[in-house]
């Protein structure tokens, strides 16, 4: 049985300008929860999104809500696909890497396989899985589950959460978190400008962090 729940309200564009301003590493130098393990990686060697969660869980052998997606999704949506532990087929390729594109999904983000790398990277879509394998999914008539909370890479992801994703790893977020972090985020990374024009200017890199002078302290303490 297939379980079909509404398509979720989307993330505010000014909160997504402001996700788009940020790297998932510099947020990672501050934030701790959120972030999918590193396994689930970026086809793609350049990309940056930021879009709403739109969530699918899917058994081993069937994406036929996957396909059925296509007629619900609106420009912006990140689809982030819950396998049930599958790691051998892939729900993801070519024909849904074209039609997603022209639909102005943001990327798609999988807790298992995809397919057909070669258009992904024409097409220059942003996908982030596990890997890219041969043996696919079927319309199997199985069932599977729109729009519910599903866990990809060790963090659950409800319907309308905020996604940010880059070449180097993807982050979840409330969308009520987004204004706090991004901005945050944002001036990290422009301290981190200043540091690297001081350390043009020859200055040393520890001396402006401050890292020598905590082991000696932590030194002088025994």
């Known amino acids: 049985m297939y379980q079909l729940n509404d398509m979720p309200a989307q993330v505010a564009p000014e909160r997504l300008e402001q996700l788009m301003q940020c790297e998932t590493a510099t947020i990672g130098h501050f934030h701790t929860h959120g972030f999918v393990e590193p396994a689930i990686a970026s086809m793609l060697p350049e990309v940056r999104i930021a879009g709403t969660a739109v969530t ?12 059925h997606l296509m007629r619900l999704v609106r420009p912006g949506d990140v689809l982030i696909v819950h396998r049930q532990g599958d790691r051998h087929r892939a729900c993801w390729g070519g024909v849904m890497t074209t039609v997603a594109s022209r639909l102005g999904v943001a990327g798609v983000v999988i807790d298992g396989m995809a397919t057909d790398a070669l258009t992904i990277r024409d097409k220059q879509f942003p996908v982030w899985s596990r890997g890219v394998a041969s043996l696919t999914t079927r319309f199997a008539g199985i069932g599977g589950a729109l729009n519910v909370p599903v866990s990809i890479g060790g963090v659950v992801v409800n319907p ?31 301290a981190e400008d200043v540091l690297l024009a001081k350390i043009a200017d020859g200055a040393c890199l520890p001396d402006l962090t401050g890292a020598s002078q905590l082991i000696e ?3 002088a303490r025994g």
Request: proline share 7%; hydrophobic share 45%; glycine share 6%.
């Open 56 to 67: 699918v869980s899917l058994p081993p052998e069937d994406g036929t809500l996957l396909n």
């Open 160 to 190: 309308g959460d905020a996604i940010l994703a880059d070449e180097s790893g993807v982050i979840v977020m409330a969308p009520e978190e987004v204004s706090a972090i991004a901005s945050h985020a944002i001036e990290v990374q422009e």
């Open 217 to 219: 302290e932590v030194n």
